[in-house]
């Protein structure tokens, strides 16, 4: 069963705080995760890609790994009113040439 | 680059009628992916192609739909007949490499059948 896992939300931050977004997954052997963003009536960006465990940082977004306890992580420091938006999880699962995504977490950024 | 597009943004079609969307892949991209996306399942892929050859159509939910691959820059999803149950947000995404990599998507097509 591929499951790809993540809470709707919405998550409401204020903006300038930190938004942390979770996606846990079924399969222990999948090797690379992905972060969409999605706009409302758009169609998903790729915003981020992880490999390895631990984190990885690209200007305010860090993505975090920990494949031991099959999660993924996406942080937003700094989080603008730009920023609201659904972000979807992405996990090839061992196996298949395609991605699973989850249902996505909608986040929204207050002024 | 033009990025991936996809034809009709829109469409809307009475119960029973043929529909086709289109898609054009960024050139140079060898796969190629159509998802549907709704509220309620969220993003589920229908099929992927790899160099034009449909690798995995377990997504495809039944015999109404079909979908081509001719060449390396075209693909249509057709669905005949069209129900109720096939609104939803069609998109098409094409990668370069084989398998799961980053995926670049269309804009998507909004199809409303009533």
């Known amino acids: 069963q591929k499951e790809v896992e993540q809470n709707s939300g919405p998550l409401s931050v204020p903006e300038g705080a930190i938004a942390s977004l979770n996606c846990t997954y079924s399969?222990?052997?999948?090797?690379?995760f992905f972060w969409y963003r999605q706009y409302s009536g758009k169609s998903p960006e790729l915003i981020m890609s992880i490999y390895s465990n631990g984190d990885k940082e690209d200007g305010r977004f860090t993505a975090q790994l920990n494949k031991a306890s099959q999660y993924v992580s996406l942080l937003i420091r700094d989080s603008q009113p730009s920023d609201s938006a659904t972000y979807l999880c992405a996990v090839p699962f061992s196996g298949y040439s395609t991605l699973t995504f989850g249902k996505g977490t909608m986040l929204l950024v207050s002024p | 680059d033009a990025g991936v597009i996809q034809s009709p943004r829109h469409e809307v079609t009475e119960m029973g009628q043929e529909v086709t969307l289109r898609c054009k892949p960024i050139?140079?991209?060898?796969?190629l992916f159509w998802y549907r996306q709704t509220m309620m399942r969220g993003l589920e892929l229908l099929i992927y192609?790899?160099?034009?050859?449909?690798?995995?159509d377990s997504g495809m939910p039944e015999d109404r739909f079909s979908a081509k691959m001719p060449n390396a820059s075209f693909s249509t999803l057709k669905i005949q007949p069209s129900e109720p149950r096939d609104s939803a947000v069609y998109f098409c995404?094409?990668?370069?490499?084989?398998?799961?990599?980053?995926?670049?998507f269309g804009s998507g097509t909004r199809l409303t059948v009533v």
């Open positions: 399969d222990r052997g999948s090797q690379s």
């Open positions: 192609f790899n160099n034009n050859v449909p690798i995995d």
């Open positions: 995404a094409s990668s370069p490499a084989r398998g799961a990599r980053g995926y670049t």
């Open positions: 050139s140079g991209h060898n796969s």
